[in-house]
DNA sequence: GGGAATTGCATCACTCATGTTGCATGTTAT
DNA sequence: ATAACATGCAACATGAGTGATGCAATTCCC
């Protein structure tokens, strides 16, 4: 059942139009089978999208976003969602279902809790866009999650981290 | 002509699984007439990859990405880039063609060529990983094409050259 | 061991995207 | 005006993915 799901992770993952057969093999099972857990190919990307959404949401949750201090907060859950998106791909796409939709709106308003308890804290600078800094997150622990060449999830996080809050500049005054 | 292939980049940005009918559709054409113009589907998509990602290199050529001054090229290159790539989603893409995915790799040279060159003028740190701030850096134009929100694309460039250098953090010493 | 449930396999009907063609219409250049 | 060309439209053939079903083999539980 979740074996089914996985692997459907995986390949719509890799290739958003996937057939059932694709996600059947990668599964190690029968078309058949998949057609006998999920009545249509719809049914199936819906309860993906929630499922998927499902375990993001519980990785960003189990990291206490809204009680640790907001350093600690920031780096574990980049290290739990990196952990649990082997592809991250799916979950994150147009959500295709409305229950979905939902959980994704949620978390999205927890990360933005953070940042801005960040803020608060003087981790974040004052004049940053709260939506723009959650959308530079989400997309460094995409990029992290894709180019992660045998790096320890730690070190990947670690970069993640630092990059969101330092970005790749010396600092020094010569400026745009 | 371009015409379709520009609908084809529109269309296929938002869902790579568009059908002919609605490409043809949103160009304004009949699907015969798509047809007329590129035998199959696979042909249209080998063109548009090509295309599209030449458009994509003649952009970051002409911001001069080897000789001005690197910061004024990675601005410049944001800029162009931002202007040419109305939603960027498809030539970035897996190529699916070989000629693409040349032209593609020589602008990643090239684009690392232009950080390197910021490394040694000392706007970027000695010890980011280049590869890692390419992919920020495209990361970062993906995220901020596809959240302009009536933002002017100088504005937009600002942002992500500044994000990409400073990051969110305040820099303070209370650092993780 | 007996029975229930699950699976693989073969098969079939159905839908839909793709690709082709003929014909009529409209546009452009000469 | 007329010839060349491009387009829209309708129709058709084809192939592939989808979804359903019957049957035999298997696994698992009592």
Request: charged letters at 25%; hydrophobic letters at 45%; aromatic letters at 6%.
């Amino acid at each position: 059942m979740t074996a089914i799901l996985e692997a459907a992770e995986r390949t719509l993952g890799r290739d958003p139009a996937a057939t059932m057969e694709q996600i059947a093999e990668a599964a190690g099972v029968a078309r058949t089978t998949v057609h006998r857990r999920f009545a249509t190919r719809e049914a199936l990307v819906a309860t993906l999208a929630v499922w998927a959404t499902e375990r993001f949401a519980a990785a960003v949750e189990a990291a206490r976003p809204d009680t640790a201090p907001p350093l600690v907060a920031l780096y574990q859950t980049t290290v739990n969602v990196l952990s649990v998106k082997a592809d991250w791909g799916f979950a994150m796409g147009e959500a295709a279902d409305p229950e979905a939709e939902r959980i994704l709106a949620a978390v999205r308003d927890t990360c933005e809790r953070l940042l801005r308890r960040a803020q608060t804290a003087g981790v974040l600078r004052e004049d940053v866009d709260v939506e723009w800094t959650r959308g530079v997150y989400y997309a460094l622990i995409h990029q992290a999650a894709q180019s992660r060449d045998g790096r320890d999830t730690g070190a990947l996080a670690t970069l993640v981290v630092d990059t969101l809050l330092r970005g790749a500049g010396t600092g020094r005054p010569d400026r745009l």
